[in-house]
Nanobody
Framework: QVQLVESGGGLVQPGGSLRLSCAAS????????MSWYRQAPGKERELVAA????????NYADSVKGRFTISRDNAKNTVSLQMNSLKPEDTAVYYC???????????????WGQGTQVTVSS
């Protein structure tokens, strides 16, 4: 029932910008956090940026600090990722994630978007 719909991916030249958006539907309560992950060919999926629902605290991968900005609209259950000064190494499939935490690890629930391709190339 829960769906995450991503948009904004595409091809961009080095130094360019893209804005990814993710809209979550079917949620019955506010999630603990919303985030963006990415996975490049031959590499593990990695956390790019996350934002906590309560308080709005953000966390970024070192490789994107100062270039990417995550934001959210809790009322609309949307999360965006503004990507500036893009580099070829940013090329990956980007996934939207919604996460709910419980007291125990077994209670954690993740929802994932379908992924959107971001290609940075000249």
């Amino acid at each position: 029932q829960v769906q995450l719909v991503e948009s904004g991916g595409g091809l961009v030249q080095p130094g360019g910008s893209l804005r990814l958006s993710c809209a979550a539907s079917g949620l019955t309560s506010s999630p603990s956090a919303m985030s963006w992950y990415r996975q490049a060919p031959g590499k593990e999926r990695e956390l790019v940026a996350a934002i906590i629902t309560l308080g709005g605290m953000t966390n970024y991968a070192d490789s994107v600090k100062g270039r990417f900005t995550i934001s959210r609209d809790n009322a609309k259950n949307t999360v965006s990722l503004q990507m500036n000064s893009l580099k070829p190494e940013d090329t990956a499939v980007y996934y939207c994630n919604v996460r709910n935490f419980g007291l125990f690890k077994s209670e954690q629930v993740d929802y994932w978007g379908q992924g959107t391709q971001v290609t940075v190339s000249s």
